[in-house]
């Protein structure tokens, strides 16, 4: 397996851009993460889904950003506007069953907003 | 509410020397406890879980973590440090009973010198 894909790797936009971030995760995963990394804030949980279903959004941090899953395969991050205090390493991850098996992350996407 | 702590930033130790990362939690819930480790440019990958039963863990890489509840640690050790050991270390801990949901301590970056 080729393991959880994010791209693209980096993404350089301008102030006021959309962006969009995609991740697909590891075949029959069931659970999906997103996960920012800053060196202030360290790694925060986004939102997660299970089945393509968002489950919990709550640390989304303003309406600017959005998640979706459209199918098993595939999910969307999406910065509209996009700030200059948006930029960090985005993760996404997928799992079988979380205490069991943990995370699988991938490579992530490092976004720079100027 | 949940939280992780992670004692020390940055260890520096001698190759051979023992590896000691320390880590508190608090959980309203009974913990699913985790260590995954980051090599630069890449994500996460697990090194060891606690999920119940046996309170020492044994991970990958020679790593090994034990479970105390009663002072709500699970401390990472190696008992001889590799310079290939040298990355940041993460403490998580689940925020919900399910496991499903990882709250990330800070990081503590270890260096190994020769």
């Known amino acids: 397996d080729a393991g959880v894909i994010q791209s693209p790797r980096h993404e350089v936009t301008e102030m006021g851009q959309e962006v969009t971030l995609r991740c697909k995760p590891i075949?029959?995963?069931?659970?999906l993460f997103w996960y920012r990394q800053t060196m202030m804030r360290g790694l925060e949980l986004l939102i997660y889904?299970?089945?393509?279903?968002?489950?919990?959004d709550s640390g989304m941090p303003e309406d600017r950003f959005s998640a979706k899953m459209p199918n098993a395969s595939f999910s969307t991050l999406k910065i509209q506007p996009s700030e200059p205090r948006d930029s960090a390493v985005y993760f996404c991850?997928?799992?079988?069953?979380?205490?069991?098996?943990?995370?699988?992350f991938g490579s992530g996407t490092r976004l720079t907003v100027v | 509410a949940q939280s992780v702590t992670q004692l020390g930033s940055h260890v520096s130790v001698s190759e051979g020397a023992l590896v000691l990362l320390r880590c508190n939690y608090s959980?309203?819930?009974?913990?699913?406890l985790f260590w995954y480790v980051q090599y630069p440019n890449q994500g996460l990958q697990l090194l060891l879980k606690?999920?119940?039963?046996?309170?020492l863990v044994k991970g990958i890489n020679g790593f090994e973590a034990e479970f105390k509840k009663s002072e709500t640690s699970f401390h990472l050790t190696k008992p001889s440090a590799h310079m290939s050991d040298a990355a940041e270390y993460f403490c998580?801990?689940?925020?919900?009973?399910?496991?499903?949901?990882?709250?990330f301590g800070k990081g503590t970056t270890l260096s190994v010198s020769s």
């Open positions: 991850a997928s799992s079988l069953t979380p205490k069991n098996y943990g995370y699988t």
């Open positions: 075949s029959g995963h069931d659970y």
């Open positions: 889904f299970n089945n393509n279903v968002p489950i919990d």
């Open positions: 959980s309203s819930v009974p913990p699913y």
């Open positions: 606690y999920t119940t039963g046996a309170t």
């Open positions: 998580a801990v689940s925020v919900d009973q399910a496991g499903t949901a990882l709250i």
